[in-house]
């Protein structure tokens, strides 16, 4: 049954909601153990959709994020502010508020914005903000305009997670490498995983890892990498292998700056939506130790997002 949309919003045609029911993961996650990388849409009707933005969603609520939190078995979330509601962060606070310190954020904001609102979303739970390079989502922002921002909330202990394709790090490594934070990349920077994972651009990344150490990465979205599949859908629990030894490989390399996140809801897949119970089971394909699993799931993500729990 297709998902609504509220508030008088219509989808993008074709749009692919979250998956419903998703199955319980077999693997079972560690204590504490936080998705690092999801989104809140919505509800339209409570926080519109943004005039700006290049695709309109199903609404997809924070209790229905949390809902998959506690089915999943994961205990905490980063909620990433989601592009179709542009620098209007009110749907991403609102579930942090709600989710009793379970929950911390990462904002989109504009130049314009002044140094009340940033202590306001960092009274809420923001902990970084969002650069977003693929064009296709974003209109483009000047990187004087960036940079500008990068400074200002770099005083407030904030990183910044950059989102970009494989074939743009080149263009954007000197602007990438002056930033003053921790730098978190979506997605390991979306590589091409039908090219040789010891071939140039994949070697890039690594190099860009190696030499920034300031430099995090997020080993998410196999569902939105993969080529040949298979997908996690049908019980399938060796899903998107593809993908397995580009991320194993980054897991492995870097241990103390991965993170894993569902992406739930999975904004604008085309080919089919995974079911995230089976998406769990993707961890130990990339992180085969129960070492390498407890920094993925749960010491790094607190570390970066919960320091005062130490």
Known sequence: MSKPTSGGFEKTPGWLDWYAGPSKPQFKLPPN?????????????????????KYTPCDASKAQLFA???????????????????????????ALKASNGKAK?????KRSISDAELQELHAAGVRGVRFNFVKRLVDFTPKDELMEIAGRIAK????????????DLPELWDFFTGLPTTVV?????????????DGPEFELFLKFMR????VWSKVSCPERLSVS??????????????????ARKVVESFPDRVLWGTDWPHPNLKGHMPDDGLLVDFIPHI??????????????PNRLYWPEEK
């Open 287 to 300: 992180a085969p130790t129960k070492e390498l699993q407890q920094k993925l799931l749960v010491d790094n």
């Open 156 to 167: 407030l202990g904030w990183h910044i997670v950059i989102y970009f394709e494989a074939v």
């Open 105 to 109: 954020g990462i904002a989109t904001v």
């Open 229 to 246: 599949g298979p997908p996690a859908l049908d019980g399938e629990r060796n899903a998107y292998q593809d993908v397995v030894p580009f």
């Open 211 to 214: 030499e920034n150490t300031n």
């Open 33 to 53: 153990a936080v998705d690092a990388h999801c989104h809140v849409f919505g509800p339209g009707a409570e926080f519109p959709y943004a005039p700006e933005r």
């Open 68 to 94: 998959l939190r506690d089915h999943l078995g994961f205990t905490k979330n980063v909620v990433v502010q989601a592009t179709c509601h542009g620098a209007d962060n009110r749907a991403m606070v609102d």
């Open 185 to 197: 990349v979506d997605h390991m920077g979306r590589p091409d995983v039908t090219k040789p994972i």
